[in-house]
């Protein structure tokens, strides 16, 4: 290894960094040093802003993910500021360069068809099926998260209004679905309050008739989805991500999904925008003359 690294690496041990932090850095800078060596017969004290964008080239050429680039940026930013602060080189070749853009996820989601599916699943005439359906509709039609879920109590529901009140953080009112009105009403109704102890306010309970927990919703949704086979993982954040995209194809603005599903940022939003199929631009595009 070269001394230079050697004493980098000392260094970033020093800083109480993690073992696989510390290897990612020094896998990354001698990656950049064996390129440079290879292709311009050069040491790692010789280098020039032209020899790390020529390897971040080269590195895209091969395939790397942006993740995987942006790292060794990172990785030849640091090393070389601390050529520069021992004084072994004039300025920070790397110093300069930015990380490409992540290049976002598209969110998984549930099709229509499959939505409907899902909630036909549950046994509405027992405890846990009506509780479930009430569970699944309410975090399809509302977006929240299960976090909020669990928290909701009884008091937070308006079935006359239709209304949740989600309470914490992001506080605010959600309109429900005359589906989730429904499920929730037939719960409440029919099967909660027999279960559940007085004292409990909590709007959800497991079969004890205690609050449900995190766990509990997450067995539900593993039951659901091997019972309809789904090729896919059933989770709450692919209702929310669903709950989201269905708004949008059907015309609802970014900043009424964002409002509703309490989100802070609106690059957040628009990164569901990418999931939408708009169907009036491809008849746009096959109709209109001067496409």
């Known amino acids: ?29 001698n990656g950049f040093g064996e390129y440079l060596n290879e292709e311009y017969g050069l040491e790692l004290t010789n280098t020039r802003k032209a ?5 971040l080239v080269n590195l895209q050429k ?22 520069r602060k021992d004084k072994l080189i004039e300025d920070n070749p790397a110093g300069s360069i930015h990380s490409p853009k992540q290049i976002k996820k598209i969110p998984s989601i549930l099709t229509e068809d499959e939505i409907n599916l899902l909630m036909k699943q549950p046994d509405t005439t027992s405890f846990k099926g009506s509780r479930d359906s009430a569970i699944l509709e309410l975090l399809y039609s509302s977006g929240i998260k299960v976090t909020e879920l669990i928290n909701l109590k ?13 309470e914490g953080t992001k506080e605010r009112i959600v309109p429900l679905s005359q589906y989730a009105i429904n499920s929730i009403g037939n719960y409440l ?8 102890k007085e004292e409990n306010d909590f709007l959800f309970a497991n079969i004890s008739g205690e609050p449900i927990s995190r766990q ?31 708004l949008l194809s059907h015309g609802a603005d970014l900043g009424t999904v964002q409002e509703l599903m309490g989100l802070t940022s609106f690059a957040a ?20 003359p001067r496409v």
């Open 216 to 246: 509990g919703i997450w067995k539900i949704l593993k039951f659901y989805e091997k019972k309809m086979n789904l090729n896919k993982e059933l989770s709450p954040q692919i209702l929310r991500n669903s709950f989201a995209v269905h």
């Open 154 to 166: 009884i008091k937070n529901i308006n079935l006359g209004v239709g209304i949740i009140n989600v």
């Open 269 to 288: 939003t628009q990164n569901y925008f990418n999931s939408v199929e708009f169907k009036s631009i491809e008849v746009f595009k096959k109709t209109f």
């Open 1 to 29: 290894m070269d001394k230079n690294i050697e004493n980098y690496k000392s260094y970033l041990t020093s800083k109480n960094l993690s073992t696989n932090t510390i290897n990612s850095y020094i896998y990354d800078i």
């Open 51 to 55: 020899h790390v964008l020529t390897y």
């Open 62 to 83: 091969n395939g790397k993910s942006s993740a995987t680039i942006s790292r060794s940026i990172s990785a030849m930013k640091n090393f070389f500021e601390f050529l």
């Open 189 to 196: 109704e029919n099967f909660r309050n027999k279960r559940c």
